[in-house]
């Protein structure tokens, strides 16, 4: 089985004016594009792994018999493949707030206003390529963490509830130098919150 570029819920202009039609189009159709096909080239060596989901490889990920630059390659494709496609399915152009999700959330941080402050500066504050994520852990419970390049919390045993692309790729049209001012726009485009 080969992966293909997941297609979008919505149209590339149908996050402005926070996310701009151009870097929606960019990011979707040539940077996921890019993951898509080097994650498919990593899997064509191994067919005993084309059909395990890739949530299980990056689950499985250090135990995996492969090549180390494998293992590399399908941490980085196999991870931005799946990355990817989980950001757009979090994106909506109108919200439909997840009360169940949001009271967790206030629960476990204490209000909204405080999670939102901790997710935003771990997003903000993430040094050099990498996303933020909110996940459940192994105790389920609600943590906010950075990652780097597109690594995937299920590599940690961790399940992803959130996640913000904060490599340059993802805002730099728009936003040029300012991370901190995307950050701050996407929540108007995050769909459950
Ligand atoms: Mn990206």
Known sequence: ???ELPKLAYSYDALEPFIDAKTMEVHHSKHHQTYTDKFNAVLEKYPVLQDVPVEQLLKDLAKLEVDEKDRNAIRNHGG???????????????KEVNEELK??????FGSFENFKKLFSETAANHFGSGWAWLVRDENSKLKVYGLNNQDSPLSLGHTPILCLDVWEHAYYLKYQNRRAEYVEQWWNVLKFL
């Open 1 to 3: 089985m080969k992966y």
């Open 80 to 94: 931005g493949y799946l990355n990817h496609k989980f950001f757009w399915e979090i994106m909506a152009p109108k």
């Open 103 to 108: 009271s967790e959330v206030e629960k476990e």
